[in-house]
């Protein structure tokens, strides 16, 4: 008998999280599920653990395969999911043990193709739930899906500028269940991250909810992103970050050219460009990258003189801004490297003491 949710975890040397993690899904008051446990290649004791927590709970099911990286592993456990619903979850973090229940339930009620909750981010020493400022349950339905969440996924327009830091909250790929026809039916995998860098998890969901007719948002924290962790696939320094993005702004603008989108999902596509200079000098100025200031603010002088990103600040409207936001991507759109470098140091400073 098919499970009503298959969860894929995407597993790559975590073996200090691993118990954490499967244990939340272990002791879900939602039964009826299956645990597809990708093992990514593990080089620690990762798959020894793994073998020993399925020899407790036979809805374990351990695939083991060659290091492919994050989408490879998913997309190894969507070819594997039998369940009416299909969720994701990363093997560092962990879920409320009334995730799947609440969200199943909803979905069934509803007859959502998609339903999706908040979160909770963990940093160790204490959390932070990610505040959407929503009421407790929105329903999207058809054209709606497209106009609110589709458009969203892509790129924030008018008041939504004002946030960079919800850029991509509503883009992850475990804050929801998916009903599995929408996946198997259009053939939607995740995009290499050697090829797009990151936000593989958005560029997925700009698919999947093209294709949702319903799309419901839980205003409840079932999930804890665990941002503690420096051997994740969001951190260390990646060298060759703006020719990647690049790559995912063609797949996205190649998705609103193929489904002839309106304008404003082009909008919604430059302002990403924009409101991504702060990840890319973020990303440059990394302690991870062991470059001397000097080449580092030439990186930085490198991708704001770029044409593409040029061109975007040109149709940039900065008055959504606080006054803060406002002067750091007024210094990205005159291109000033040395206010922008030094603007970019005081916001990495603040982001670990107010974190």
């Not at 118990?19 to 002791?27: I, K, P, T, V």
């Not at 200031?293 to 600040?313: A, P, V, Y």
Request: aromatic content about 12%; proline content about 2%.
């Amino acid at each position: 008998m098919k499970p009503l949710v298959s969860i894929i975890v995407p597993i790559y040397n975590v073996e200090k999280y691993i118990s954490r993690c499967f244990s939340s899904l272990m002791s879900q008051t939602l039964k009826d599920i299956e645990i597809i446990a990708v093992n990514d290649g593990s080089t620690d004791r990762s798959l020894s653990i793994l073998k020993i927590l399925a020899e407790k709970d036979r809805r374990i099911k351990i695939i083991d395969k060659n290091n492919g990286g994050v989408s490879s592993a998913r997309n190894e456990g969507l070819r594997n999911a039998s369940g009416a619903y299909i969720g994701f979850v990363d093997p560092d973090d962990w879920v409320d043990s009334r995730m799947y229940e609440s969200l199943s339930q909803i979905a069934e009620e509803e007859k959502a193709d998609i339903v999706m909750c908040s979160y909770i981010r963990e940093f160790g020493t204490h959390s932070k739930e990610k505040d959407f400022n929503l009421p407790e349950k929105v329903t999207f339905n058809n054209e709606e899906v497209k106009s609110k969440i589709l458009r969203r996924l892509v790129g924030p327009i008018n008041e939504e500028i004002a946030k960079p830091e919800f850029l991509d909250a509503w883009g992850t790929v475990w804050s929801k269940i998916y009903k599995s026809e929408i996946i198997q039916n259009n053939h939607l995998t995740f995009k290499d991250l050697q090829e797009i860098g990151s936000n593989e998890d958005s560029l997925f969901n700009i698919e999947a909810v093209y294709h949702a007719k319903s799309f419901v948002f839980v205003n409840e924290p079932f999930y804890h992103y665990w941002r503690a962790n420096n051997q994740s696939e969001t951190s260390g320094y990646k060298p060759n970050l703006m020719d990647k993005w690049f790559m995912l702004y063609q797949y996205i603008e190649n998705f609103l050219d193929q489904h002839r989108l309106e304008k404003e999902f082009y909008v919604a596509l430059n302002n990403r460009i924009c409101i991504n200079t702060l990840g890319l000098g973020l990303n440059t100025i990394s302690q991870h990258n062991k470059s001397s200031t000097r080449i580092k603010m030439k990186k930085i002088e490198e991708f704001l003189n770029n044409q593409r990103i040029k061109g975007s600040f040109k149709q940039f409207d900065l008055s959504r801004f606080s006054i803060v936001w406002r002067i750091f991507f007024y210094l990205a759109k005159v291109r000033s490297v040395v206010g922008f470098y030094f603007t970019l140091i005081g916001i990495e400073t603040l982001r670990k003491t107010l974190r």
